[in-house]
């Protein structure tokens, strides 16, 4: 089956840079079963000043910097797992960059060193910037991109 090129639609699996926090070509997993976005941290701690202190991804992921971010603006919410149970999780907005287009999404901050991607993308997310999920794509967006910058050469 082929596909037109349309950066509006995205694969099961991708990559995405997240310019804020100065992270690129991050695997990410397109969830439509889950409602918010995660993404992996290995610290995430909340400083007596009402700052979020955080660590993205882990010394086990070959994009971990172990660099400290701090959020002065976040949240705190119930978020239930796929398996049902309910946790408080802290929200922090950031950018997420897809193809060439850049948005604006939020995330909820948990440990997912058991998962294969450190990033999960939401249909909260999917359907506020109108992408339409093809199961059978995978890596669509980060390869466009590529095939972008060799047709500018």
Known sequence: METKTNP?????????DFPKIN????????????????????????TRERKLRVIFLDPD??????????????????VKSSNGESSDRFIISTQIRFHRRLYT???SL???????YPVLIGRKFLAENHFVVNPQLRNYLHQLRKTDKLSMD
């Open 23 to 46: 992270l690129r070509r991050i695997r990410v997993k397109i969830d439509t079963g889950a409602f918010t976005s995660a993404f992996h941290c290995c610290k995430i701690e909340e």
């Open 8 to 16: 509006n639609i995205i694969g099961r699996i991708d990559k995405a």
């Open 110 to 116: 948990t440990f997912r060193g058991d998962m294969r």
């Open 61 to 78: 992921d070959p994009k971990y910097t172990g660099k400290i971010h701090l959020f002065k603006k976040y949240a705190k919410k119930s």
């Open 105 to 107: 999404a939020e995330f």
